[in-house]
């Protein structure tokens, strides 16, 4: 049964410090997908790859947050430094298109102190 | 550029009775859309979609959605309610010809009592 692996589930930290959050696509999906979801404002896109290449980062902060996919079998989410206000779940998804099904992975649960 | 509206961000239903989640769309091509369930401290799970072909698509769960292109609407709806269908529910679309990622609505939280 293929999922989408994040890691760690939960992270709790101090505000300043860096925060790295790491995914595991399903193998064979050449799309992965970060998202931030908060109470407040719902289900966001932060950011998407395709072939390990950038291809949207609008929706993240520039100055603070940073992804990237090293290679074709792990995606990262970096803060530095993190704030108060980046409390949230984080997402990733994999999939095959970027206009087609995507597959979640459980989530990284991060609160800033 | 595409767009979703769900209608109503809490809906309240007993269990046996019907469950209708609406939800509406805009897009400048044929769309391709989706609806997606979240259980408490899960990631989303995809319950159906729609690209092309028949417009009645049955997904997991016993759920189904219509697409409807004159109201631009897919609607999701289940017969018959159950204790465990008690989740929040994401629908999204995508213009698939156009390859542009999803876009997701605010969401509904479907709430089942006994």
């Known amino acids: 049964d293929a999922r989408v692996t994040q890691t760690p589930r939960h992270k709790v930290t101090e505000m300043g410090q860096e925060v790295t959050m790491r995914c595991q696509p399903i193998?064979?999906?050449?799309?992965v997908f970060w998202y931030r979801q908060t109470m407040m404002q719902g289900l966001e896109l932060l950011a998407y790859f395709r072939n390990r290449a950038p291809l949207d980062d609008s929706g993240m902060p520039k100055d603070r947050f940073s992804a990237e996919m090293p290679d074709a079998t792990l995606a990262t989410l970096k803060i530095q430094p993190s704030e108060p206000r980046d409390s949230a779940v984080y997402f990733c998804a994999s999939g095959l298109r970027v206009a087609d099904t995507q597959y979640f992975g459980p989530g990284t649960r991060l609160t800033v102190l | 550029a595409q767009s979703v509206t769900q209608l109503g961000s809490h809906v309240s239903v007993s269990e046996g009775a019907l469950v209708l989640l609406r939800c509406n769309y805009s897009?400048?091509?044929?769309?391709?859309l989706f609806w997606y369930v979240q259980y408490p401290n899960q990631g989303l799970q995809l319950l159906l979609k729609?690209?092309?072909?028949?417009?009645l698509v049955k997904g997991i769960n016993g759920f189904e959605a219509e697409f409807k292109k004159s109201e631009t609407s897919f609607h999701l709806t289940k017969p018959s309610a159950h204790m465990s269908d008690a989740a929040e529910y994401f629908c999204?679309?995508?213009?698939?010809?156009?390859?542009?990622?999803?876009?997701f609505g605010k969401g509904t939280t479907l709430s089942v009592s006994s």
């Open positions: 193998l064979g999906h050449n799309t």
């Open positions: 729609y690209t092309t072909g028949a417009t």
């Open positions: 999204a679309v995508s213009e698939g010809q156009a390859g542009t990622a999803l876009i």
């Open positions: 897009s400048s091509v044929p769309p391709y």
